[in-house]
């Protein structure tokens, strides 16, 4: 069925520690995964994605990688900073004859200066 | 901010009242969303419109009525709601619609029904 997991629902680290987001998902056709950073107040915002023929991709502090075999894909962040602290959101996409992205639910980033 | 806006940002409700939400966005996109975000949950896509025609209503209940009057304006009618209904609403918009696209989303109308 739809379904993404995300792990950890929670995440404490230090500021300049990595930290490293899991999903996984069931729908062995989804082809992209886009990761959502959500800060208090605001709406979820793009921060990197990733389509089904790369299996890493890199933006500055960012980089999400996929495993289409184990249908993993996970977000890693280095060198965190307190602006870092936010909900993060995988999602991948599905196509049951109408397209759209199914979620997890989210993980709470902390990082503590 | 992202281009894409919302109101009103807090909205109380009781059961028996009907209020709008509004979405607007200045992206001159042509794909609208309605997603409902509630707590330990996925958000949740409600409707997606593309170039004004609804393209899907993802089984939500008919006390939510969306409206896309012209491809920047988007409204979610409420009636009759249930307290079930809290959550935070989320718009988003795309430059056309598809999962590849990347959706912009607002900052969100948080609904309380009591």
């Known amino acids: 069925g739809e379904n993404v997991e995300q792990h950890p629902s929670t995440l404490s680290v230090q500021e300049g520690d990595s930290a490293v987001i899991k999903c996984t998902y069931s729908d062995s056709a989804s082809n992209y995964f886009p990761w959502y950073k959500q800060e208090l107040g605001k709406g979820p915002q793009l921060i990197i994605d990733i389509r089904s023929n790369v299996g890493e991709k890199k933006d500055q502090r960012i980089a999400v990688t996929l495993n289409k075999t184990a249908k993993h894909f996970s977000l890693h962040i280095t060198e965190t900073q307190p602006e870092d602290s936010a909900v993060y959101f995988c999602a991948a996409s599905i196509n049951t004859g109408f397209q759209k992205l199914v979620f997890g639910t989210g993980t709470r980033l902390l990082v503590s200066p | 901010e992202t281009g894409v806006t919302q109101t009103p940002r807090h909205l109380v409700m009781g059961m028996t009242n009907k209020k709008s939400l509004k979405c607007e966005q200045h992206?001159?996109?042509?794909?609208m969303y309605w997603y409902k975000q509630s707590a330990k949950k996925p958000l949740e896509l409600m409707f997606v419109?593309?170039?004004?025609?609804?393209?899907e209503n993802n089984s939500v209940p008919s006390r939510f009525s969306p409206e896309c009057p012209n491809s920047s304006h988007l409204f979610l009618h409420l009636h009759t709601l249930q307290p079930e209904d809290s959550a935070l609403y989320l718009c988003?918009?795309?430059?056309?619609?598809?999962?590849?696209?990347?959706?912009?989303f607002g900052p969100g109308t948080r609904l309380l029904v009591l």
């Open positions: 992206l001159g996109h042509n794909a």
């Open positions: 419109y593309s170039l004004e025609e609804r393209v």
């Open positions: 988003a918009s795309s430059q056309d619609w598809g999962f590849r696209e990347t959706q912009y």
